[in-house]
């Protein structure tokens, strides 16, 4: 057994903990982690109209499931303004506000606190790595893949 693996005799539970905690670092470490890559964009954000496939079903970026070559996914903002936090809770605090119809890039998905039912949160990668309430952002295309 290597020494970074839990013994097969740990509880569900104690798994599940210890998966939570760790998940959490990395959310924590992400949120906090300036962006360097550049997403191929002029900064800003992408007009719904960009998102559009083209008439061999692939999109913009190359790909035929709506993803860009990065890995990130694109969603539209619901709600009216939606809080963009440093990690997927409630509490935790506001980077910057959303507005209603704005395209996101989405890096991932991720479980957190249910937000009106919906119990994923988006981290989105707009200029700064933010985490959204998935109950209001609309996907253009596919799903965004796990953190």
């Given at each position: 057994?290597?020494?970074l693996s839990a013994p097969a005799s740990c509880s569900p539970l104690v798994r599940g903990l210890a998966t939570a905690l760790a998940a959490g670092a990395l959310a924590t470490a992400v949120a906090v982690t300036p962006a360097?890559?550049?997403d191929g964009g002029g900064g800003g954000t992408?007009?719904?109209?960009?998102v559009t496939g083209g008439a061999n079903g692939g999109d913009q970026w190359g790909g035929n499931d709506g993803r860009q070559e990065q890995g990130r996914y694109r969603g539209v903002v619901t709600a009216d303004r939606l809080a963009l936090r440093t990690s997927p809770s409630r509490g935790a605090d506001v980077i910057r506000y959303a507005r209603r119809g704005e395209v996101v890039s989405i890096y991932c998905k991720t479980?957190?606190?249910s937000v009106q039912g919906n119990p994923l949160w988006y981290l989105l990668t707009d200029g700064t790595w933010a985490w959204g309430a998935a109950r209001y952002i609309d996907n253009i295309g596919p799903a965004p893949r796990w953190c």
């Open positions: 057994m290597s020494p360097v890559a550049s992408t007009p719904a109209s960009g479980p957190g606190p």
